[in-house]
């Protein structure tokens, strides 16, 4: 009878083992396609998918990049990520860029848009540029070349700056477009 129990539990103990090594290496990371450069810079990466970075200051701003794949460089402090979404609270108002990839360098807090970005603050004013650069540490975006769109106006121009924590955008040689039905009336915020 204790034989036959000894047996048992040895098989039971056997099984449970399998079980957990074919856990352990179904869990373990896939291998990236040969040739995929996945961050700037050699060293130590960790590859993340499906992935949300938040930076959260004492001052109470909040940085916060969703991601599709992305890849952390320890030796450089750099996030590389694809399918970007990167929204910068400020004072109860989010402002969202959305952008194909992002380079983030978390040590120097810049964000580095190099295949074009599309910003929106919620109160209706949209920007979209070809590459843009976001600085966390001044709270300023920007861009060589810019198109700004609001309620019933659109501007064109070049060295787009714009403060999302003060309201406030300047843009060289601006070109206009406007639409005076759809304007806001002074003294109301957009």
């Given at each position: 009878?204790i034989g036959?129990?000894?047996?048992?539990?040895?098989?039971?103990?056997?099984?449970?083992?399998?079980?957990?090594?074919?856990?352990?290496?179904?869990?373990?990371?896939?291998?990236l396609p040969e040739?995929r450069n996945?961050?700037n810079?050699?060293?130590?990466?960790?590859?993340?998918?499906v992935v949300?970075i938040?930076?959260?200051?004492?001052?109470?701003r909040?940085?916060r990049l969703a991601?599709d794949?992305?890849?952390y460089s320890?030796p450089l402090g750099?996030?590389v990520a694809s399918?970007v979404?990167?929204?910068l609270?400020?004072?109860?108002?989010?402002?969202?860029a959305?952008a194909?990839?992002a380079?983030?360098?978390?040590?120097?807090?810049?964000i580095d848009?190099?295949?074009?970005v599309?910003v929106?603050n919620?109160?209706?004013?949209t920007?979209?540029?070809?590459q843009a650069s976001?600085?966390l540490?001044s709270?300023?975006i920007?861009?060589?070349?810019?198109?700004?769109?609001g309620p019933g106006i659109t501007?064109?121009?070049?060295?787009l700056?714009?403060w999302w924590?003060?309201r406030?955008v300047?843009?060289?040689?601006?070109?206009?477009?406007?639409?005076?039905g759809?304007?806001?009336a002074?003294?109301r915020?957009g």
């Amino acid at each position: 009878m204790i034989g036959k129990l000894t047996w048992g539990l040895a098989a039971v103990a056997f099984l449970a083992g399998a079980y957990l090594l074919v856990q352990n290496l179904s869990e373990s990371p896939r291998p990236l396609p040969e040739g995929r450069n996945v961050g700037n810079g050699g060293g130590a990466k960790i590859i993340l998918r499906v992935v949300e970075i938040v930076e959260v200051h004492s001052e109470g701003r909040i940085y916060r990049l969703a991601s599709d794949n992305a890849s952390y460089s320890i030796p450089l402090g750099r996030v590389v990520a694809s399918g970007v979404r990167l929204s910068l609270q400020e004072r109860g108002e989010n402002v969202v860029a959305s952008a194909p990839s992002a380079s983030w360098d978390l040590n120097d807090g810049r964000i580095d848009l190099t295949k074009g970005v599309a910003v929106e603050n919620g109160t209706g004013w949209t920007a979209t540029a070809p590459q843009a650069s976001v600085d966390l540490k001044s709270e300023v975006i920007m861009a060589e070349k810019a198109r700004l769109a609001g309620p019933g106006i659109t501007v064109e121009g070049r060295n787009l700056r714009w403060w999302w924590q003060d309201r406030t955008v300047a843009l060289d040689s601006p070109r206009s477009s406007i639409l005076p039905g759809r304007v806001q009336a002074p003294g109301r915020e957009g």
